[in-house]
Nanobody, 123 residues
Framework: QVQLVESGGGWVQAGGSLRLSCAAS????????MGWYRQAPGKQRELVAT???????NYADSVKGRFTISRDNAKNTVYLQMNSLKPEDTAVYYC?????????????????WGQGTLVTVSS
């Protein structure tokens, strides 16, 4: 079993900053891609940013230049630094990881989601 535990959500005024963290634990051999997604009320879940184990990053156009994703491979942790927050950034933010786990016969890959953390940006 693999779990992702997020922290760092909360309330902030427009223009402010928040930092989200997500730590993976359990039977982990390696983690390829880690990322953040968000879901606003009445909307579909959307990609925010991803980072590979090698450090390559990808961002949604709506957050480029404001958000920065990073990870600590030794700690199996991914971070999302969010600056210049806007009311439209209000959403539940979910951590996601593509994890290699051991099996009695070898390895398998699992896609794992965190429970979500609420970010509220007031105008």
């Amino acid at each position: 079993q693999v779990q992702l535990v997020e922290s760092g959500g909360g309330w902030v005024q427009a223009g402010g900053s928040l930092r989200l963290s997500c730590a993976a634990s359990g039977s982990i051999v390696s983690i390829n891609v880690m990322g953040w997604y968000r879901q606003a009320p009445g909307k579909q879940r959307e990609l925010v940013a991803t980072v590979t184990s090698g450090g390559s990053t990808n961002y949604a156009d709506s957050v480029k230049g404001r958000f920065t994703i990073s990870r600590d491979n030794a700690k199996n942790t991914v971070y999302l630094q969010m600056n210049s927050l806007k009311p439209e950034d209000t959403a539940v933010y979910y951590c996601n990881a593509n994890v290699m786990t051991p099996t009695p016969y070898g390895y398998r890959f699992l896609e794992v989601w965190g429970q979500g953390t609420l970010v509220t940006v007031s105008s």
